[in-house]
């Protein structure tokens, strides 16, 4: 069974930080891993898509990063805004033709001015 | 022009009633979902359907009763509601065949609050 682990689960920074999120997957057999964000009450908006073959994966000032052998990902923020707050989450996809989402629980960002 | 698509967006029902979310998709997709997010904010499968075809029935109540009429629609309904199922319900679609990009796209939430 696929756990999704997301570290810390909860992030408050000042804007201008450069902000890691960590995503962690107990079955490194993945097919592709996905970023998303959700802001509080609206639904989830997708932000990278990697595929396993692929180490990272690059979005204006977003960076993320896959380790699959090791289970990891890394969702990397540059130069962080107050539009940046939302709660990110980290799924990944285990077979593509059932195309199910396995979800951590995300990482809540407040960035204040 | 939104990708996917639920309604409604607020859903605030009395115990014992029966309700429908509905859901479509306009990006040409295979295969829909729905997720459930809980009040922890968790977020796991229910349902998918590939080509009106029921592929994945998670350990959900017989009381939810996936139908997607056309590969572009999935409702919900969901019959005798009870308090516990008050959450946020995710439609949301994929393409799981032909060794395409398989991205996933969410709509915006369906909150069901029991009463």
């Known amino acids: 069974k696929q756990e999704v682990t997301q570290i810390p689960a909860a992030l408050s920074v000042p804007e201008g930080e450069n902000l890691v999120l960590n995503c962690s997957f107990t079955?490194?057999?993945?097919?592709?891993l996905q970023w998303f964000r959700q802001d509080p009450g609206k639904g989830l908006t997708s932000l990278l898509l990697?595929?396993?073959?692929?180490r990272e994966q690059t979005s204006g000032r977003l960076n993320a990063s896959l380790d699959k052998s090791s289970g990891r990902s890394t969702l990397y923020i540059a130069a962080s805004q107050p539009g940046d707050s939302a709660t990110y989450l980290c799924?990944?996809?285990?077979?593509?033709?059932?195309?199910?989402?396995?979800f951590g629980r995300g990482t809540q960002l407040t960035v204040w001015p | 022009d939104t990708a996917v698509s639920q309604t409604p967006k607020y859903l605030v029902t009395q115990m014992g009633n029966d309700k429908s979310i509905k859901c479509e998709q306009n990006?040409?997709?295979?295969?829909m979902y729905w997720y459930k997010q809980d009040s922890k904010k968790f977020l796991k499968i229910m349902f998918s359907?590939?080509?009106?075809?029921?592929?994945i029935n998670e350990t959900v109540p017989n009381r939810f009763s996936p139908k997607s009429p056309d590969k572009a629609h999935l409702n919900l309904h969901i019959n005798s509601l009870e308090l516990g199922d008050s959450a946020v319900y995710f439609c949301?679609?994929?393409?799981?065949?032909?060794?395409?990009?398989?991205?996933?796209?969410f709509g915006q939430g369906t909150r069901l609050t029991v009463v």
């Open positions: 990697i595929q396993s073959s692929q």
């Open positions: 990006l040409g997709h295979d295969t």
């Open positions: 799924a990944v996809l285990l077979d593509s033709t059932l195309g199910r989402l396995y």
């Open positions: 079955d490194s057999a993945i097919y592709n």
């Open positions: 359907y590939n080509n009106k075809e029921l592929i």
């Open positions: 949301a679609s994929s393409q799981t065949t032909g060794g395409m990009n398989t991205e996933a796209f």
